[in-house]
Structures are given as structure tokens and as C-alpha cells.
């Protein structure tokens, strides 16, 4: 089991910047699927950033191309997403998730493991 602790969610303007963190409860090297997720009010949740690290493939939504960057850092044990120019639309909760299954996974079934989500908010 692989709990997920996300975190750097808050209140930030127009324009602004925040980065999240998705912290493993043990190693991630076994971990081969990270997904983003976010929920709005009255939405589903949906994901805009997958990615498989056994193979290095990234995908982006449209609505967060160029504007979001996923990284990670194996010695902490922890996710980032870097959000840029954020939007009022940008906000959510926000989820990371993950698997040890191999490729992409572009839905919720695609993922085992998830945080208990964190709240972005964007002012206008």
C-alpha cells in the first residue's frame, strides 16, 4: 500500500503561481503512473496531467499545456506539480494519484492509490 499526502493548496490570484506536493508514503521507484486530477464544484473530477515513468511519456490537457509542469524528486519520496498563470477556471480540489501499472492512465480506474485531495482556489 502507497498512501498520498497532497499539499501547497490554497488562495492565490490571477496570474499567479502554486506547487503542489504529492508526498509517497514509501519509495516511489516502483510507482510507474502518476496522475493529476482536479474537482470542481458540481463537476467530475478529471484528469489533466498523466504521466508514465517507465517510459517517460507526459500528457497534458489542452486547458493546462504549457502552463503546468509535473516533476518529481525519488529522494523525497514526492510528487511536484508546478502550476503557472493560473486561471479563475484553475480552480478546484486537487488530487494526485497513482499506480505501479505500466503506460498512461487516463481515467480514475486507471489508478490504485490517492490523495486525499487539496483546495486551489484562483481570485479574478
Known amino acids: 500500500q502507497v498512501q498520498l499526502v497532497e499539499s501547497g493548496g490554497g488562495l492565490v490570484q490571477a496570474g499567479g503561481s502554486l506547487r503542489l506536493s504529492c508526498a509517497a508514503s514509501?519509495?516511489?521507484?516502483?510507482?510507474?503512473?502518476m496522475g493529476w486530477f482536479r474537482q470542481a464544484p458540481g463537476e467530475e473530477r478529471e484528469v489533466f496531467a498523466a504521466?508514465?515513468?517507465?517510459?517517460?511519456?507526459?500528457r497534458y490537457a489542452n486547458s493546462v499545456k504549457g502552463r503546468f509542469t509535473v516533476s518529481r524528486d525519488n529522494t523525497k519520496n514526492t510528487v511536484y506539480l508546478q502550476m503557472n498563470s493560473l486561471k479563475p477556471e484553475d480552480t478546484a480540489v486537487y488530487y494526485c494519484?497513482?499506480?505501479?501499472?505500466?503506460?498512461?492512465?487516463?481515467?480514475?480506474?486507471?489508478?490504485?492509490?490517492w490523495g486525499q485531495g487539496t483546495q486551489v482556489t484562483v481570485s479574478s
Open positions: 514509501r519509495s516511489i521507484l516502483r510507482i510507474n503512473r
Open positions: 494519484a497513482a499506480d505501479t501499472s505500466m503506460g498512461v492512465g487516463e481515467s480514475i480506474g486507471d489508478y490504485g492509490y
Open positions: 504521466i508514465s515513468w517507465s517510459d517517460y511519456s507526459k
